[in-house]
């Protein structure tokens, strides 16, 4: 990793020293010193992280900690994707009206509302409830994105909107990907973080511990366990049930963090609508 890490921070370092100096670079490194393009292409980063890190967590989600299939958290993100079109010509036709700031942060707000209450999920969290909330943070980012668009290139000099309009998108699946990755890391180690808590409650004076083995007992010798498996068994159980714990805690806290980064982004979005505002 650090091998990896240390060729990657050369490889960049290259990159930009590359397009400083080649006629005509891949990406002209000028457009972020537009600091109304650089406010934009911080919200773009924000909102693909935000798309993608979804994306990855609601299907993982549901197949982890509620049992669905593969093909049951497919259907789960199909009134999201329908919303996503009905609502892009709409926002598409409103940034030629207003400025683009308006919707872009009343899409932000949606979706960090979304992902806040995402975040009170649990195991008994209902399929439509999840559902319509993946619906609700896809109508936030389909108010945003046409608007971010118009609004990041209304900025520039005419001579680097064509390279405006490769960067921002470039710069959105750049945030997704670190969306993704840094979730999964996050993920990982909150859950660990969460078990190892849960489980140092696990002792012989936590009652409801000992309630859920004695209640386990019953079952595991209905079942046709012999005698000296079930206590064993039921401790195992036990196990399992705090892991799946851990890992709706973890979960949680994930959402909570999309949020967080959807409401920070507010910040550099009132900076691209007070530049635009002025066009």
Do not use: K
Request: charged share 10%; hydrophobic share 55%.
């Amino acid at each position: 990793i650090l091998v990896q890490s240390a060729i990657a921070a050369l490889a960049a370092a290259g990159f930009v020293l590359r397009e400083r100096y080649a006629a005509p670079p891949l990406l002209d490194l000028r457009l972020f010193t537009v600091l109304p393009f650089a406010a934009a292409s911080l919200v773009s980063f924000v909102m693909g992280a935000g798309l993608f890190g979804s994306i990855y967590l609601l299907p993982l989600l549901v197949q982890t900690i509620q049992g669905l299939s593969a093909t049951d958290a497919g259907v789960m993100l199909m009134p999201a994707g329908f919303g996503l079109c009905m609502v892009f010509p709409v926002a598409g036709r409103a940034s030629d009206r207003v400025a683009p700031g308006s919707p872009i942060g009343i899409g932000l707000a949606i979706f960090a509302l979304s992902a806040w209450l995402t975040a009170d999920l649990d195991i008994d969290s209902a399929f439509w409830t999840l559902a319509w909330l993946t619906a609700l943070s896809r109508l936030g980012l389909g108010m945003s994105f046409p608007p971010l668009t118009a609004g990041s290139l209304r900025v520039l000099p005419r001579e680097l909107i064509a390279q405006g309009s490769g960067a921002i998108n470039f710069v959105r699946q750049m945030g997704g990907a670190f969306g993704v990755n840094l979730l999964a890391i996050f993920l990982e180690r909150r859950t660990a973080l969460h078990a190892d808590a849960l489980a140092a409650t696990q002792s012989h004076d936590n009652a409801t511990s000992a309630e859920f083995v004695a209640r386990t007992v019953p079952l595991l010798r209905a079942a046709g366990l012999p005698d000296f498996q079930q206590v064993p068994a039921a401790l195992a159980f036990l196990g399992e049930a705090v892991l799946a714990q851990a890992s709706t805690l973890a979960f949680r806290d994930g959402f909570l963090v999309v949020t967080a980064i959807f409401v920070a982004a507010l910040l550099p979005n009132w900076l691209l609508h007070r530049a635009t505002a002025r066009h």
